[in-house]
């Protein structure tokens, strides 16, 4: 398991096979800690990550009683991301243009459920309200593109955005243009909770 071992000692084995299982690269010398030789220094783990938020420091001194072991409760940490669940709700605000919206995969790490959407593909097409998305990610930003429908009934990038700040919609920020590739980088100040989440309305040109 990714948690380092407490019970008789902490051997830098132990802190090895803790790390491998964590399943990251985040740490400075991951090549070396998984190229299955016994040498093994502590320098390897600096910038690993744990999943209580805190991480090996990429200087200075590394000590295992503090860094690797939670001083206060004595028990070992865990290898892995600090993740964070996010409640999302698209809503599309403009009565008489169909929106799409379509959820970048590589900027989130697992969906916990995805009402309106297909957490497969992450494309959610929505003319009214995309429902409650529910997502974990290590970040606070996800990418999110947005297409609009002409009079012809043919989808179009949208070149910039309205944002309406709706109920429950505070804790977002989004670019009135695309930062890139048609890409709308949404950078949360809260989370939302099951039930209200974060609502984005938006209305394209």
Do not use: C, H
Request: hydrophobic residues 30%; glycine residues 12%; proline residues 3%.
């Amino acid at each position: 398991m990714a948690q380092v071992n407490t019970s008789g000692g902490t051997s830098f084995s132990e802190l090895k096979s803790a790390y491998v299982a964590g399943g990251l690269t985040d740490a400075s010398g991951d090549a070396s800690l998984k190229d299955g030789s016994t040498d093994i220094n502590l320098s390897y783990f600096r910038n690993a990550n744990f999943t209580d938020g805190t991480s090996v420091p990429g200087s200075g001194e590394i000590r295992i009683g503090t860094r690797f072991i939670n001083s206060d409760t004595g028990t070992g940490r865990t290898f892995g991301s600090s993740a964070t669940t996010y409640y999302l709700q698209l809503n599309n605000d403009d009565a008489l243009t169909n929106i799409r919206y379509t959820i970048d995969a590589s900027t989130y790490l697992s969906w916990t459920s995805g009402a309106g959407g297909d957490p497969t593909n992450a494309v959610i097409t929505a003319i009214g309200n995309s429902g409650e998305l529910v997502y974990t990610d290590t970040n606070n930003e996800i990418s999110v593109s947005i297409q609009r429908q002409d009079s012809k009934g043919n989808w179009a990038n949208a070149t910039s955005i309205t944002l309406f700040d709706t109920s429950g919609g505070s804790g977002l920020t989004v670019p009135n243009t695309p930062t890139a590739d048609n890409t709308f980088t949404i950078t949360w100040s809260a989370t939302g909770s099951p039930g209200s989440p974060q609502i984005l309305g938006i209305s394209s040109d």
